[in-house]
């Protein structure tokens, strides 16, 4: 089932990247110098398909890193607070092994000579 969803979702993603590359493929010039168009510093000629798949990768790896990164007080919380439940898991562990040993039965196994008092008063 699994495989079929993905199959659904994956079919028509490839599709369309495929129909956007076929009639996108004219050249275009990137440049990122802003000041100067007719001789710019750096310049790429490529394909625009190519182009837009680069900066939708670009985005994807970018917003993974900024999110991974804005995470990062959220992460640090839980392993402070697994440290902590662990210390505490620990020390009820060691109180109750403690208490097993220091167990003193609350009502004394009754002696051969008290049964003989009990009956006189």
Do not use: C
């Not at 493929?25 to 394909?47: E, G």
């Not at 003193?104 to 003989?116: T, V």
Request: hydrophobic share 45%.
């Amino acid at each position: 089932m699994k495989k079929l969803i993905s199959w659904i979702f994956w079919v028509p993603v490839g599709v369309i990247l495929i129909t956007i590359a076929v009639s996108n493929r004219q050249i275009v010039t990137f440049s990122i110098d802003p000041f100067s168009k007719v001789d710019p510093y750096f310049t790429l000629s490529l394909p625009l398909y190519l182009l837009v798949f680069a900066a939708i990768l670009f985005g994807i790896i970018f917003g993974g890193i900024a999110t991974w990164l804005a995470q990062g007080k959220w992460r640090k919380n839980a392993r402070a607070m697994t440290g902590e439940a662990n210390r505490w898991r620990e020390e009820a562990s060691r109180l109750r092994e403690d208490a097993r040993h220091n167990l003193q039965p609350s009502l004394s196994p009754p002696r051969a000579g008290d049964s003989q008092r009990t009956g006189a008063l």
